[in-house]
Every structure is written in C-alpha cells, then in structure tokens.
Nanobody, 124 residues
Framework: QVQLVESGGGLVQAGGSLRLACAASGRTFNTYVMGWFRQAPGKEREFVAAIGRIGTSTLYADSVKGRFTISGDNAKNTVYLQMNNLKPEDTALYYC?????????????????WGQGTQVTVSS
C-alpha cells in the first residue's frame, strides 16, 4: 500500500505561483513513478506532469510546459509541483498519484494510488 497526502493548494492571483507537495508513505519512494493530475469542475481529470524513478525523467502536459516543474526529494519521500505564471484556467483540484511500474504514463488507469487532492484557485 502507498499513502499519498497533498498540500500547498490555495487561492492566488493570475501570474502568481504556488508549490504543491505530495508526501508518500508505505513503500520505497524511489521505486515508482509519481504524477500530478487535475480536475476542473465539469471536466475530466487530466494529466499535468510526472517524474520517473529517482527523478531521472519528467513529462509535462503541453498546457503547463514551461510554467510548471515537477521534482522529487527521495530523503523526504515527497514530490513537488512548482507552478509559476498561473492562469485562471489552471483552477482545479490537483491530485497526486503513484504508479508501481517504472515507466512514465499519462492516463489515470495507469496509476495505482491516489491522494485526496488539493484545491488550486487562480483569480483573474
């Protein structure tokens, strides 16, 4: 079992920044892929970013490329999502997810464990 707890969401003005954190427990952190997804009201959950084993590779959705950065701290069993130049369309519930197969994936069904989510609201 893997437990994931997100934090760092909040309300920010357009152009501002937030850093989300996802603390993992229950299994060696660097044995799986970590991903961030988001879901806006009335929309499907979508892939945002993922990081491979020990941070050796990363992948981003086109909509956040150049603005968001995913990183991991193995000592703290935590993965981060630094979000800069936020836009109102980034408003969503952000979820952390863990995948036990060591290959980055971008679809929900490829992830095995999920956190409860943290709300990000960007005002215009």
């Amino acid at each position: 079992q893997v437990q994931l707890v997100e934090s760092g969401g909040g309300l920010v003005q357009a152009g501002g920044s937030l850093r989300l954190a996802c603390a993992a427990s229950g299994r060696t952190f660097n044995t799986y892929v970590m991903g961030w997804f988001r879901q806006a009201p009335g929309k499907e959950r979508e892939f945002v970013a993922a990081i491979g084993r020990i941070g050796t590779s990363t992948l981003y959705a086109d909509s956040v490329k150049g603005r968001f950065t995913i990183s991991g701290d193995n000592a703290k069993n935590t993965v981060y999502l630094q979000m800069n130049n936020l836009k109102p369309e980034d408003t969503a519930l952000y979820y952390c997810a863990a995948r036990l197969i060591l290959e980055i994936a971008t679809t929900q069904r490829d992830y095995d464990y999920w956190g409860q989510g943290t709300q990000v609201t960007v005002s215009s």
